[in-house]
């Protein structure tokens, strides 16, 4: 019998992610739309995040406009963290589905319970239905 965590994970509707975008397609992406050149770009985010990091260290937050708040954070064994929150305008816009052109995998399964991907592993894998 299968664990119902398996057959959601293989069934639930997700994301494929693209490849990642590093610094240096990133600062040539924003010299091509900018003034600025993508040496001046790459300093700009290497100084950004020196900024970020000595805020932080002094216990305030910081919001990027249009990005999100880094929150400096603590658990209870004391091991510092921080929060990134998203900007809710980011939030929004890419919520805008028709404006995703990325891939969803299992995008048929969009809307559905969790019984209803139960109940669909079961039919697609007869010998190996999910535990109840």
């Known amino acids: 019998m299968a664990k119902r965590i398996k057959a959601l994970s293989a069934l639930r509707p997700r994301l494929k992610r693209a490849g990642r975008v590093d610094q240096a397609?990133?600062?040539?992406?924003?010299?091509?739309?900018?003034?600025?050149?993508?040496?001046?770009?790459?300093?700009?985010?290497?100084?950004?995040?020196?900024a970020i990091e000595d805020f932080v260290l002094l216990g305030h937050s910081v919001r990027l406009a249009g990005l999100g708040l880094i929150t400096p954070s603590m658990n209870t064994k004391g091991e510092f963290t921080i929060r990134i929150l998203p900007d809710p305008h980011l939030l929004r816009a890419i919520n805008d589905r028709r404006r995703f052109n990325g891939k969803i995998v299992n995008a048929a399964n969009l809307g559905k319970s969790s019984d209803e991907l139960a109940a669909q592993w079961d039919s697609l894998?007869?010998?190996d239905p999910v535990e109840t």
Request: avoid cysteine.
């Open 25 to 50: 397609l990133l600062a040539q992406y924003v010299a091509e739309r900018s003034n600025l050149s993508k040496a001046d770009v790459t300093h700009a985010l290497l100084e950004l995040s020196a």
């Open 125 to 127: 894998h007869p010998d």
